[in-house]
């Protein structure tokens, strides 16, 4: 089991930036990859981004590409999401989670998706004010 704490979630103006964080810790940490989904009311849970624990490769989702920037510290054992231009269409809450048993270079299709994701932080809401 991987433990996961978030932090950074707020309110922010368009075109403002937010930095999230995601400290881990647990017995199988330090394998497989990381990775941040979101949830907006109404709509499923998206994945954004997921980053390689080992060597730091990371995959995005094209609707974040140029804007969020996934990255993690290895000493610190926290992930990171750094969120520019942020727009109102970004307000969701945002999940961290850990996969110690997905290989990061094996099926591609399973990184985006979210059950084969098995631990989980609590949700941060992230809210972009017009």
């Known amino acids: 089991q991987v433990q996961l704490v978030p932090s950074g979630g707020g309110l922010v103006q368009a075109g403002g930036s937010l930095r999230l964080s995601c400290a881990a810790s647990?017995?199988?940490?330090?394998?497989?990859?990381m990775g941040w989904f979101r949830q907006a009311p109404g709509r499923e849970r998206e994945f954004v981004s997921v980053?390689?624990?080992?060597?730091?490769?990371?995959y995005s989702a094209d609707s974040i590409k140029g804007r969020f920037t996934i990255s993690r510290d290895n000493a610190k054992n926290t992930m990171y999401l750094q969120m520019n231009s942020l727009s109102p269409e970004d307000t969701a809450v945002y999940y961290c989670?850990?996969?110690?048993?997905?290989?990061?270079?094996?099926?591609?299709?399973?990184?985006?998706?979210?059950?084969?994701?098995?631990?989980w932080g609590p949700g941060l809401q992230v809210t972009v004010s017009t």
């Open positions: 989670a850990a996969a110690p048993r997905l290989s990061f270079y094996g099926d591609a299709s399973r990184l985006s998706t979210w059950y084969e994701y098995d631990n």
């Open positions: 647990g017995r199988t940490f330090g394998r497989g990859v």
């Open positions: 980053i390689n624990w080992g060597d730091g490769a990371s």
